[in-house]
């Protein structure tokens, strides 16, 4: 059976859980709700299964903080003995629109501190990311309130549409395979 480490970063906290930094962790709460699924607290996470087509993908919200997630990303990928290849952060991007997806096979941290230390961790900027737009619609210097900040009713309203389309990717992503699926989901 293939196993998928499947990645969502965000802060722990329920200050944070409805902001635009924490994207990658609403996107596994969506999936876990839809497959009706429970996360439980183990080492340096929280983590479920969700087991389809065959495959097993182990989905993981680590409760490092955002900047220190290599150190969870890292430990679950050695004990579940996932290869590198089989690994998918999901993380928020300013340099994307808000809703647009983009799934990359390796690239630069691109100022974001969590991929930062999980390219520290792992030696290696070739894992698989999947970047979820958030735009950067604030003013010079307000980038951290913009990132911390709650989505806009605007956003929220087509918030479910894009997190459907999320999960069908990560569903994609273990099944189809990255190529396939960055072909059918890049840029939509």
């Known amino acids: 059976m293939k196993k998928f480490l499947i990645v969502g970063l965000g802060n722990i906290g329920e200050q944070y859980a409805n902001t635009r930094h924490n994207i990658g962790f609403k996107i596994l709460d969506a999936l876990a709700e839809k497959e009706e699924l429970t996360f439980e607290t183990q080492k340096l996470g929280d983590l479920t299964t969700y087991k389809f087509k065959g495959r097993t993908f182990i989905l993981l919200k680590p409760n490092t903080f955002m900047n220190l997630s290599g150190k969870a990303v890292l430990y679950w990928l050695t004990k579940e ?55 950067d619609e604030f003013s010079k210097g307000r980038q951290v309130d913009y990132v911390l900040g709650e989505w806009t009713n605007e956003e929220t309203e087509k918030l479910k549409e894009r997190l459907d389309k999320s999960i069908e990717l990560i569903k994609s992503f273990g099944t189809a395979g990255v190529n396939n699926t960055m072909n059918t989901f890049n840029g939509k």
């Open 81 to 135: 003995k996932i290869p590198l290849e089989n690994l998918l952060v999901v993380t928020d991007d300013l340099n994307l629109p808000f809703g647009s997806i983009r799934l990359k096979t390796k690239g630069s941290d691109g100022g974001h501190n969590g991929l930062k230390d999980i390219q520290d961790k792992l030696q290696t900027v070739k894992y698989n990311r999947f970047r979820f737009g958030i735009s």
